[in-house]
């Protein structure tokens, strides 16, 4: 059973355009939300997350929005830069869980195209 | 200050064989947890290790094991390996909210 779904396996992107990355979830217990960018070779790096009780957050380039009633949230990158190329991971957790365990989507490749 | 440090970075090792992944997370974080990539898969939790205890557990089977030092190293086992056990294995530690959560390097296990 996924709770972390990104249907989108991947995302081709003109540099300096918007690219938007989807993010579904079915766990109704999930408070906190966060998104990983990850190069090849590399661990996953945090990027942004958001809480439950906000529907968007915001950091430069980046911005997170969800929208709880439909468990879904979106990562916006705008503009998008050659940069931003690598594999994009929506990840969910709950504040009850006690432990830091993260459940991760299956990941989205975003490729910017110069 | 220095990351989490995943050692080795490369392994290749036989079925049947076990393996000793190592994790230093960074200085002053206690939770340090584990985490399998596969391609078809993604990033699967392992376990959790918080001062020396194991929090909480992934749905994988026994032969996945680990454990926590006093100076909150921590090492992860596989024994009796199967080619399926091939993946990445992140490590990644936590100042003690989700967003102090810092990821490895990993190591990549190659079952052969």
């Known amino acids: 059973d996924q709770q972390v779904k990104q249907n989108s396996p991947s995302l081709s992107v003109q540099e300096g355009r918007i690219s938007i990355l989807n993010c579904d979830y079915t766990?109704?217990?999930?408070?906190?939300f966060l998104w990983y960018k990850k190069y090849p070779a590399e661990g996953p790096t945090f990027l942004i997350s958001?809480?439950?009780?906000?529907d968007k957050n915001e950091d430069g380039r980046f911005t997170v929005f969800l929208n709880k009633s439909a468990k879904h949230l979106s990562l916006h990158i705008v503009p998008s830069q050659p940069g931003d190329s690598a594999v994009y991971f929506c990840?969910?957790?709950?504040?009850?869980?006690?432990?830091?365990?993260?459940?991760f989507g299956k990941g989205t490749k975003l490729s910017v195209i110069p | 200050k220095a990351g989490v440090t995943q050692t080795p970075r490369y392994l290749i090792k036989t079925r049947g064989q076990q393996v000793t992944l190592s994790c230093s997370p960074i200085s002053g974080h206690r939770s340090v947890s584990w985490y399998q990539q596969t391609p078809g898969q993604g990033l699967q939790f392992l376990f959790e290790y918080f001062s020396e205890t194991q929090r909480n557990k992934g749905n994988f089977p026994g032969r996945f094991s680990g454990r926590q030092f006093s100076n909150s190293r921590s090492e992860m086992n596989v024994s009796t390996l199967e080619l399926g056990d091939s993946a990445l294995y992140l490590c990644?530690?936590?100042?003690?909210?989700?967003?102090?959560?810092?990821f490895g390097s990993g190591t990549r296990l190659t079952v052969v």
């Open positions: 958001i809480s439950s009780i906000k």
């Open positions: 990644a530690s936590s100042s003690g909210t989700e967003d102090g959560y810092t």
């Open positions: 766990n109704s217990m999930f408070d906190y």
């Open positions: 990840a969910a957790t709950y504040s009850g869980a006690g432990s830091y365990q993260l459940t």
